[in-house]
């Protein structure tokens, strides 16, 4: 891309593309001469507008013409700037109805946007609803956690007492048993003199020991069962917590993607809120250095001429 074209080529260039009937744009005039940079020729174009405002207006000067040749160039000069001032309000007209059918556009998106606004919105509104759901379902089910542990405990407590309560039956046992060695002991030495008050007293000893035995006997089933009641009480709470717990943290994952898709779309439709500024603001650019000439002074013989000679 070649940078630095000269000016006189620039405005030669864009001379040809009026004479055609075509607006110049910065486009048009570097299609027309084959090179030259956009930044170079639009302001090089730019220039052009000027000067040829000036051209209009009769400011440059030209060299005498005869009366007939001056009136018959001005005549054209005049039909050309007629046209020329026509296609720029047909490409201003154009213009605006491509901003107004853009802006149209904008509108219908900025709908669009605000009603999927609304709905992450809407969206975030049930996900922080189901968090606050999911936090008092966690409260309940840490009162409840703390309700079996109070249980636990007391069972513990329990198992303790009948733990106490079986080492006393077995010292009792023991207890029986020594005497009923010594009663046999007893026995064996009066067993001629004394043998009915032996097996009486054998008798006594052998359903005590029975009873010691099946109290005994009880009190382990009880143990076994309580054992077994607070093992499962442990399962059902470590599980009640887990579900609590994912539930917990599914609420919490869920209301964060919410918060991320809203945030998204809310810099989205501050990005299009700019747009319709912008786009006015390059209209107005556009439009600025086309507007419409005043009527030619008494020296615009001598501006035909000279724009004839350029």
């Known amino acids: 891309m070649a940078v630095g074209v000269p000016e006189t080529e620039v405005f ?5 593309v009026l004479a055609r009937g075509e607006r110049p744009t910065t486009e048009r005039v570097r299609a027309e001469l084959g090179r030259g940079s956009p930044a170079r020729v639009g302001q090089l174009l730019e220039q052009w507008w000027d000067r040829l405002a000036k051209r209009l207006a009769g400011e440059t000067q030209l060299p005498e013409l005869p009366p007939a040749v001056a009136e018959a160039f001005k005549a054209v000069w005049v039909s050309a ?5 026509e296609l720029a309000q047909a490409a201003v007209a154009q213009a605006k109805g491509e901003l107004a059918q853009e802006q149209a556009h904008l509108a219908e998106e900025r709908t669009e946007w605000q009603r999927i606004l609304d709905t992450a919105q809407a969206a975030r509104s049930a996900a ?3 968090v606050r759901t999911a936090e008092a379902r966690l409260g309940d089910l840490q009162r409840l956690v703390d309700q079996q542990a109070a249980q636990l405990a007391e069972m513990t407590t329990q198992r303790e007492a009948l733990t106490g309560r079986c080492a006393q ?3 009792a046992l023991t207890a029986a048993q020594t005497a009923l060695a010594e009663q046999r002991q007893l026995a064996a030495q009066e067993r001629e003199t004394l043998q009915q ?3 009486s007293t054998e008798d006594r000893a052998h359903a005590e020991v029975d009873r010691a035995r099946e109290e005994t006997k009880a009190i382990r089933r009880e143990r ?3 054992d077994r009641e607070h093992a499962n009480a442990q399962r059902s709470w470590h599980q009640d917590l887990n579900t609590a717990n994912a539930a917990a943290a599914e609420a919490q994952r869920e209301a964060a993607r919410e918060q991320a898709r809203a945030l998204a779309l809310e810099q989205q439709l501050a990005k299009l809120a700019d747009l319709p500024s912008t786009l006015e603001a390059t209209l107005s650019r556009t439009r600025a250095p086309r507007a419409r000439p005043a009527k030619p002074r008494a020296a615009s013989r001598r501006t ?3 724009a004839k000679s350029d």
């Open 81 to 85: 700037t007629e046209h020329g001032t």
């Open 128 to 130: 922080e609803a189901a």
């Open 12 to 16: 030669a260039a864009a001379d040809r």
């Open 169 to 171: 039956l077995e010292g």
């Open 224 to 226: 076994e069962a309580a």
């Open 304 to 306: 035909a001429s000279k």
């Open 197 to 199: 008050h032996v097996r």
